[in-house]
């Protein structure tokens, strides 16, 4: 870590946060993969910035790109770095659930409502056992929270933007009004639960990759051809014509996949398209290109939103071209505090075109798909300043005078790392 540390001009990467790592020629000493993490509440001096959390990453197989994933949805929302800040226990928001009795879900968009959650009891597991325990066994049923980073292997079929929440909100949330929750029926054995507004099922892998092929690709695509456009939100980017153009050209592909490995209905699945593009034009939501765009490590990775869908299009000699667009835009996001931007960037920076295309999207030579990202990787490496993209964006999106200013720049994060 001090030999690398030496060799770039800094590690900080923003919101009080410095992420120290070793040089390349270390990582075959690395056994396992582990994450060492240190808090200084007064702060401390790291190369003339103040840091607060310092955390050392070690991964074996690349997948310390997966930890930095979880590290960046953290530290990239500064109201999260805020509530770390002052936080005197992690247990913060138990014992602000538990003292408070109720909070409001304001519903935004077609019909728009606002729902008071009260009647509930917030336990924290870590220091009440017992009474969790007790609850879970007098309980109908029993839910819980899914994602990349929590119970990762539980395939939920969950769908429901939640834009970043503006702060001074306390526990109030704002959703849109859209929401989609499908069980699979089977475990249930003939008796499953009547949950007002869920939708059972026999079999949930279509309807998992129906939405992580339809609605998680194109919010990200339509991120990273907004961001590239200079567009602030999700919402002003589809009202471009060039860019919502591009994020259906997406879909499209997508939907000829589903419905060729799911033997989905055709109408029903276009059906599906118009209504997830017709979310993301909602106006109600503030939802940024740069937030839906984070992570761009994870979203390029192997069985994700991406590089998923334009492979298994490759195996059946389609050729991707949409996808692969959205994949180019992706490789010149950037965005402020986001570690996974400068993973990437020294990726590009550090490894030559095969091993980075490799790195990222976990693609081997010998797939259909890897000459193609390839060429992608090797468009973004030192020298050609991801411009690709860039130029890409200008000749088939409309343009403004912000974009002019803003398409052209890379981040300090990127240029920090690519020195």
């Known amino acids: 870590m001090h030999e690398r540390e030496k060799s770039v001009p800094t590690t900080y990467m923003g919101n009080f946060l410095a992420i120290p790592h070793g040089t390349n020629a270390a990582k075959d000493l690395i056994k396992r993969s582990a994450v060492s993490i240190v808090r200084y509440p007064e702060g401390i001096d790291w190369n003339g910035k103040q840091v607060k959390f310092v955390v050392g990453v070690a991964g074996v197989n690349n997948e310390h790109l997966s930890i930095l994933s979880a590290i960046a949805r953290v530290f990239s929302d500064k109201d999260q770095v805020a509530k770390l800040d002052e936080a005197t226990s992690v247990d913060a928001l138990i014992d602000q659930l538990a003292s408070t009795p109720s909070y409001d879900v304001h519903e935004v968009g077609e019909e728009p409502a606002v729902k008071t959650v009260d009647n509930y009891r917030a336990l924290n597991s870590r220091s009440q056992d017992e009474e969790v325990i007790a609850e879970i066994g007098c309980a109908d049923i029993v839910t819980t929270a899914v994602g990349p980073n929590v119970l990762k292997f539980i395939a939920p079929a969950v769908d429901?933007?939640?834009?970043?929440?503006?702060?001074?909100?306390?526990?109030?949330?704002?959703?849109?009004?859209?929401?989609?929750?499908?069980?699979?029926?089977?475990?249930?054995?003939?008796?499953?639960?009547?949950?007002?507004?869920?939708?059972?099922?026999?079999?949930?892998?279509?309807?998992?990759?129906?939405?992580?092929?339809?609605?998680?690709?194109?919010?990200?695509?339509?991120?990273?051809?907004?961001?590239?456009?200079?567009?602030?939100?999700?919402?002003?980017?589809?009202?471009?014509?060039?860019?919502?153009?591009?994020?259906?050209?997406?879909?499209?592909?997508t939907k000829q996949l589903l419905i060729s490995k799911h033997g989905s209905d055709v109408e029903e699945q276009e059906a599906y398209v118009q209504k997830i593009l017709g979310r993301f034009t909602n106006q109600h939501l503030p939802d940024t290109v740069v937030r839906a765009g984070r992570a761009p490590l994870r979203k390029l990775s192997r069985r994700e939103r991406f590089v998923g869908p334009a492979a298994e299009l490759a195996e059946t000699n389609v050729h991707p071209t949409a996808l692969l667009e959205a994949m180019q835009a992706a490789l010149s996001f950037s965005a402020p505090d986001d570690p996974e931007v400068a993973a990437l960037a020294e990726i590009l920076a550090t490894q030559e075109p095969g091993e980075a295309t490799t790195s990222i999207t976990g693609l081997d030579a010998q797939h259909p798909l890897y000459g193609s990202v390839r060429e992608l990787v090797a468009g973004h490496s030192p020298g050609h300043q991801g411009g690709v993209a860039v130029r890409h964006a200008r000749s088939c999106c409309t343009m403004s005078s912000t974009t002019e200013r803003r398409s052209p720049s890379v981040s300090s994060a990127i240029r920090r790392w690519r020195r």
């Open 160 to 253: 429901r933007i939640v834009p970043n929440q503006a702060p001074g909100r306390g526990l109030d949330v704002t959703v849109e009004t859209f929401y989609e929750w499908v069980i699979d029926r089977t475990p249930f054995e003939g008796s499953a639960p009547d949950i007002p507004g869920a939708t059972y099922v026999d079999d949930l892998a279509p309807y998992i990759e129906r939405k992580l092929f339809t609605v998680n690709t194109g919010h990200a695509a339509a991120a990273y051809f907004g961001y590239a456009a200079g567009v602030e939100k999700i919402a002003d980017a589809m009202a471009d014509q060039g860019i919502a153009g591009r994020v259906r050209a997406v879909l499209e592909e």
